[in-house]
């Protein structure tokens, strides 16, 4: 295999709970505790999980915009925990973000063609005309017009300005795209014709993205292979097909088939889940699905279950499958 | 078959807003009823009307700018919209009781949950001895399966996660066992597993107490697994109605049929996604005509010059479109999807 665009190993973020008007660290968030994984070029690799689960603060600590409090990313052959500032800004044009929130992401007072040309300024790119040849080219490949480029965000509609957002990462013509939720505020309709521009695109300037979202559906019909986080932890990693066919984490069990269907006649195998998810900041010992899982062992309140390979390219922390691994 | 019993019917409703940019139909010239016992979902996309529906039939639509400026809606055979406030405000919490997306913003953050729901119940109940309100409140917790019931009482909203104010907003919604249930994206701002819950929840009490549900989502999965009948609402028209089993299975409406075929389904993977071309319009600026005309792939000539009434396609189906026309029938292939 080829080494891979992006590696993570042993990533961390905890963030400090201060108390009283000294402001003492009491305690700490554990928003991402101890995951590693890999992007191959050219694929999406989806990450799902309930709200809180880490997934935001995973994507942002990749492009370094959240310091890790440890763990290494690795980059198209650069430790990208070990640049300087200056030198992460310069990485950062290969490595771009699109946000679920289109109004928020836009500067309300920039027409659309200086929100696009910004990036290019930042990095230097081509002089004013060239500039403004690429913003206009970039409005048509995601969908818009050139005379769009005289508006404002608030002229257009939140799958426009999604787009907007697409066309703004696309402009440093970036390697590999952390989406955050990028079809959460849209409409059904409009929902899939962004993803379809997203698949479009991929193809077209062989682009590597990250995909993170709650809908298990989208991630599914978006990702060649998928990350399921529960409490800051990667609880299993699978092929798309391999993950939502035969699904070995019994939180990933619950989570898809609490998925309501479009199909009225479709039978679930119903697995309700009971509680709530636990606090990131006193996470449960052990497997920290331990407070809900049906299939709760002894050691499973004791011990935490490592992530490791159980089948070829299938990564599960379950104590479940801890016999079945290959020595 | 016995007939069942309408609980609720609404006939020609328009809700209207006043702005600066004119007044704008939010909802118009909606039909629909509720029988007893029931659950009715509604679905459309953001902005098509189905808030303001609810609201209508509440009586809570903010005013000004908001009126309901046509229609009736008929409830035991008074109609909602000519009461005066004093009593909608008993209808409101006897009859017909609604909870919300955001169950945060409907509970107090300075009283504890017991607090409020005894301050609840006293509205209803005032002969009631303190320790029958205490009953019943401990009650209602335990209904709607929140654990230690006694301890949560002393507790504060914000102390409690999504899931579990939103089991309370449905305890207090249930009080005093209201015949109509209304629920406006009542999962929307929950995770998918506690989703599942309180969905459960919802049919369990809809099967235990007969409480009929009108269930408002964007979320068409929500609806094929939680409803019996479904209506369609597309920029403040109702497009299409009819049970759930033939809505998925034979949509009829291009709109319904567009949307559910750009839903992706987590069972399998299509290869892309089938989507509708365009934008939701605003509502109010199509004065005339189908208001999907534009993004409809099948739209025609008449299609643009007048308004498509809801066509009865079945007994219990009925679609806005005037490829149901049976005039039309013979020259348009109705059938044919492209995509
Ligand atoms: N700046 C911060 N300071 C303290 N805690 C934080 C901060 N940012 C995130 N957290 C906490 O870290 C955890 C993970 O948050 P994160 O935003 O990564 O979750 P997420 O999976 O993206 O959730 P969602 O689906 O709701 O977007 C949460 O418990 C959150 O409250
Ligand atoms: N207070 C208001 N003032 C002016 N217009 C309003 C007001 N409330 C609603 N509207 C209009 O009514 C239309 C329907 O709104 P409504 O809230 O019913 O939509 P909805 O179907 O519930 O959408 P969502 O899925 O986003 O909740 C909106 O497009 C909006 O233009
Ligand atoms: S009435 Fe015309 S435009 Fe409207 S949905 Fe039917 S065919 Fe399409
Ligand atoms: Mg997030
Ligand atoms: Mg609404």
Redesign the interface.
Known sequence: MTEPLLKVEGLKKYFPIKAGILGRVKNYVKAVDDISFAVQQGETLGIVGESGCGKSTTGRMLMRLLEPTAGKVFFDGQELTQLSNDEMRKARRDIQMVFQDPYASLNPRHTIEKILMEPLNVHNIGDPKERKKKVHEFLEIVGLSSYHAKRYPHQFSGGQRQRIGIARALMTNPKLIIADEPVSALDVSIQAQVLNLMQDLQQELKLTYIFIAHDLGVVRHISDRVGVMYLGQMAELADSEALYEKPLHPYTQALLSAVPVPDPEFLREEMLVAGDIPSPANPPSGCRFHTRCPFKMAICETTVPIFAEVEKGHSVACHLYEESRPQ | MKEPKRILDVKGLQTTFFTDDGAIPAVDNVDFHIDEGEVLGIVG??GCGKSVTSLSIMGLVPSPPGKITEGEILFQDKDLTKLPERKMRNIRGNDIAMIFQEPMTSLNPLFTIGDQLREAIKIHKRDWSKQQIQDRAVEMMKLVGLPRAEGLMKEYPHQL?G??RQRVMIAMALLCDPKVLIADEPTTAL???????I??LIKELNNRLNTAVLLIT?????????CERVIVMYAGKVVEEGP??TI??NPQHPYTR???E??????Y??E??????G??PKPGTIQVGCRFADRCEFSFDRCVQEDPPLYQTADDHKTRCFLFDPKEAAEHDRTAVKS
């Open positions: 996309e953001s996660s899931g579990m995770d998918v597993t506690i989703q599942a819950q969905l459960k964007h979320d068409l999965g929500v609806v094929a697994e939680t759930v089993n998925f299975k567009g949307l559910l750009s839903v992706p389904d987590m069972r993977k299509k892309r996604l089938y989507s509708i071309p934008n939701v």
